[in-house]
């Protein structure tokens, strides 16, 4: 018995029909027009990577459980890139300083992490990445929080359909080092803790902080803190924190430009990654069914240093089209993405092929129209159908009483029909009716 190959893919990744290709264009497309206005350059880095770049640039969580690896026919142990920041620093510490300053760039990997496929969360996605190097740090946070307000006006989101929080890893430092741990070395766990807050319940929660060895108070500290907004914090546990200030401040920037903008402060954004030192942030949806983070980034001070490069402060972040997806489409703000054909060249015999293929030629030389050319011979009513069906503006072709020297188009719509020369004006100006 023939035993057939399953069409099932590999798990929690895609197949991209041309209908999902068409959402992905539009949205890349809409995305390059935003990027060009803040004059951020593209780039592009290799899928696979030596292992060593993850091991000490992403997260813990990343490098034991979600990373991709294996061993290369020549035993060089490789890994799919999960995230492109690692990426991106090597290749920013091997140039920077030839570069001109500031360095805006932009880029659309494809990403794989090892995690359990559901909602939000694949394995093969898309994330759009945007980082900025070499500015005065502040103007480099308020444009990178500024991008992602554009971004999301740009699709026509509205300020009750998501919210973008912010916080600062110096603060959280600082606020765990005052009451929470002992010294700096285990900052690093507790910020792991924090992240996944809101994917345990309070009882798992208080177990790992014990875990961790926390004592009580040091926990109702915790939960106190992510109680809290920021004018309380200031004038209580984060009296004395510069980044809080900071961070009032920024918001306070924000407001200036636009007082509706969906910002605020969040002691519960921490970001799993240990290399982000700065400003960081994720941006939410605002529907309950779409409860994954939209956008997650920050400064990170060290990593490009890491390279034995000159130090360079980065800041940025990644938005994910699995979640994006599902936001635009929440609050209905895809448009008709339909294919569409200008024109379809129908012919009704064998021997009018080479004309009808003529035809076909000239529209798109001449007027760089989009045409399809007939690939069937069925009858004249059948091909109107069958244009209908693509969504044919018009269709083309030659009758007897169109001679050698022109064609007619019958525009599907209104059914109305006409001859056209190929040496009138009505030729020359016709892509002008599409
Ligand atoms: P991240 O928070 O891991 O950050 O990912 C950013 C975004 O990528 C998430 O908010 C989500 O939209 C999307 N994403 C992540 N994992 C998945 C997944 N398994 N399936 C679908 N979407 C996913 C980073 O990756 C940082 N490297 C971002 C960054 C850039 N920081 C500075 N520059």
């Known amino acids: 018995m023939t035993e057939y190959v399953s069409t099932q893919g590999y798990k929690g990744t895609r197949d991209f029909y041309p209908e999902d290709k068409r959402f992905l264009n539009w949205l890349k497309t809409k995305i390059d027009h935003v990027m060009r206005l803040y004059c951020f350059e593209e780039y ?10 993850y091991l000490s640039k992403t997260s813990e969580e990343i490098v034991n459980q979600q990373l991709y690896s294996f061993r290369d026919k020549g035993d060089r142990h490789v890994a799919i890139r999960p995230e492109m920041t690692p990426t991106l620093a090597r290749m920013i510490a091997k140039v920077h300083q030839t570069l001109v300053k500031p360095i805006r760039w932009y880029s659309m990997p494809t990403c794989m992490r090892y995690e359990r496929p559901q909602r939000g969360r694949l394995r093969e996605f898309i994330q759009l990445n945007v980082d900025l190097f070499g500015g005065n740090p502040k103007d480099e946070d308020l444009e990178i929080l500024q991008i992602i307000l554009s971004l999301m006006k740009s699709f026509g989101a509205q300020k009750e359909h998501y919210e973008v929080k912010i916080s600062h890893r110096a603060l959280l430092d ?27 319940s309070l009882e798992v929660f208080k177990e ?16 106190m803190f992510l109680d809290k907004d920021l004018n309380s914090l200031c004038a209580d546990l984060l009296k004395d924190s510069p980044d809080a200030l900071y961070l009032k401040e920024i918001l306070e920037t924000l407001k200036s430009l636009d007082p509706h903008a969906p910002i605020e402060f969040s002691s519960s954004i921490v970001r799993g990654f240990d290399y982000y030192t700065g400003l960081v942030f994720e941006v939410f949806d605002r529907n309950p069914d779409n409860r ?8 990170y001070d060290n990593l490009i240093a890491s390279f034995g490069s000159e130090p360079l402060s980065g800041i940025g972040f990644g938005m994910g089209d699995v979640t994006f997806h599902h936001f635009l489409e929440g609050h209905h703000l895809i448009p008709s993405l339909a294919a569409k054909v200008p024109v379809s060249v129908i012919r009704f015999g064998e021997e009018d092929r080479v004309k009808a293929l003529r035809l076909c030629q000239r529209l798109r030389d001449d007027l760089g129209l989009f045409v399809e050319a007939p690939l069937s011979l069925q009858k004249f009513g059948k091909q109107i159908q ?49």
């Open 44 to 53: 592009d880095g290799p899928f696979l990577e030596p292992i060593e770049l």
């Open 174 to 200: 600082f606020f765990l080092l005052k009451y929470v741990v002992l010294d700096k070395s285990h900052i690093p766990s507790v910020v792991r803790l924090l992240d996944k807050k809101d994917k345990i």
């Open 208 to 223: 790992e902080a014990e875990k961790l060895g926390l004592e009580t108070k040091a926990i109702d500290y915790l939960l």
């Open 292 to 299: 994954r983070a939209l956008f997650g980034g920050g400064r």
């Open 386 to 434: 069958h244009a209908q069906k693509r969504n044919a503006t018009c269709v083309a072709f030659i009758a007897q009483e169109d001679g050698e020297d022109g064609f007619t188009l019958k525009w599907l719509e209104t059914g109305v029909q006409e001859h056209i020369k190929f040496d009138s004006n009505e030729y020359k100006n016709l892509s002008q009716r599409f």
